[in-house]
């Protein structure tokens, strides 16, 4: 039950697009097509913003979007905003457990 | 409107123990599988715990196999988890969360803080 791996931080500036990646394995985001991102801004609770590997819950901007290739999932958030800054989780089925990221932070510069 | 809300956390020696409650509100609690994530201080998410609709089919994480007990009353509409022979890095807020579809929470408690020390 090893966690997704994120990169720890990524920037951008306003209405710039940035990319969070989540490389798992065969074992979870490869072999699923059950991968969920979540937002969190401090002291808040998660909010989903992804899932199924890129479809969006209604009330989440068009903005935000996900997709995978092999091992590897993303989430790219276009048109960045001041209140995107949050730390993002990606989230991933494995069977009989579900497994999450290590989180990365984005910074809105 | 979907609520859930957790209770039941607290400070608690190494060894102890604690019960977590999830109170939900606003859906029909016996229709979702339900989940415990927890955050240890400045930490990252960590699932902890699955449990199916009707509680017949439980998962739990390595980290607290052998250790907690997920259950829920659909009649109550609660969910708990038993927290047994409690270690220090098990201090985390404790979310409970609803699973809209698989590995898909779309609903989160506040959130209850545990803290193991002596």
């Known amino acids: 039950q090893s966690a997704l791996t994120q990169p720890r931080s990524v920037s951008g500036s306003p209405g710039q697009s940035v990319t969070i990646s989540c490389t798992g394995t065969?074992?979870?985001?490869?072999?699923?097509?059950?991968v969920s991102w979540y937002q969190q801004h401090p002291g808040k609770a998660p909010k989903l913003m992804i899932y199924?590997?890129?479809k969006r819950p209604s009330g989440v901007p068009d903005r935000f979007s996900g997709s995978k290739s092999g091992n590897t999932a993303s989430l790219t958030i276009s048109g960045l905003q001041a209140e995107d800054e949050a730390d993002y989780y990606c989230?991933?089925?494995?069977?009989?457990?579900?497994?999450f990221g290590g989180g990365t932070k984005l910074t809105v510069l | 409107e979907v609520q859930l809300v957790e209770s039941g956390g607290g400070l608690v020696q190494p060894g102890g123990s604690l019960r977590l409650s999830c109170a939900a509100s606003?859906?029909?609690?016996?229709?979702?599988?339900m989940n415990w994530v927890r955050q240890a201080p400045g930490k990252g998410l960590e699932w902890v715990s699955y449990i199916s609709s009707s509680g017949s089919t439980i998962y739990y994480a390595d980290s607290v196999k052998g250790r907690f007990t997920i259950s829920r009353d659909n009649a109550k509409n609660s969910l708990y988890l038993q927290m047994n022979s409690l270690r220090a890095e098990d201090t985390a807020v404790y979310y409970c969360a609803r699973e809209a579809d698989t590995a898909t929470l779309d609903y989160w408690g506040q959130g209850t803080l545990v803290t193991v020390s002596s």
């Open positions: 606003g859906f029909t609690f016996s229709s979702y599988e």
């Open positions: 199924d590997v890129s």
């Open positions: 065969s074992s979870d985001v490869g072999g699923y097509n059950y």
């Open positions: 989230c991933s089925y494995a069977g009989s457990y579900t497994v």
